[in-house]
Nanobody, 114 residues
Framework: QAQFVESGGGLVQPGGSLELSCAYS????????MAWYRQTPGNQREWVAS???????NHKDFVRGRFTISKDNAKKMGYLQMNSLKAEDTAVYYC????????WGQGTQVTVSS
């Protein structure tokens, strides 16, 4: 079954940067809007950013100007460049197609701490 595999998380100091990657094993990656989400313990998964079929992007207010979503259709990969990280960005990050949800991957843990 087609799935997402997220990677690139880790421990980073406040103000630091990380780039997350999202690999999709199915077909038709280029046909869907792709999004990144994040979740902290005890809270619902929340939308962070999305990129449309045509490459138009949208970012949640709390990450706008710091995070940038992108994708490579040929590689069936999505990316989230995260700069100026804050402690409140600590979460498990996931990717998916918001309009055609697939099984959720395991996510990648991002911890921002000094």
């Amino acid at each position: 079954q087609a799935q997402f595999v997220e990677s690139g998380g880790g421990l980073v100091q406040p103000g630091g940067s990380l780039e997350l990657s999202c690999a999709y094993s199915g077909s038709s990656f280029n046909m869907f809007t792709m999004a990144w989400y994040r979740q902290t313990p005890g809270n619902q998964r929340e939308w962070v950013a999305s990129i449309s079929r045509g490459g138009s992007t949208n970012h949640k207010d709390f990450v706008r100007g710091r995070f940038t979503i992108s994708k490579d259709n040929a590689k069936k990969m999505g990316y989230l460049q995260m700069n100026s990280l804050k402690a409140e960005d600590t979460a498990v990050y996931y990717c998916n197609f918001p309009n055609s949800l697939r099984p959720w991957g395991q996510g990648t843990q991002v911890t921002v701490s000094s």
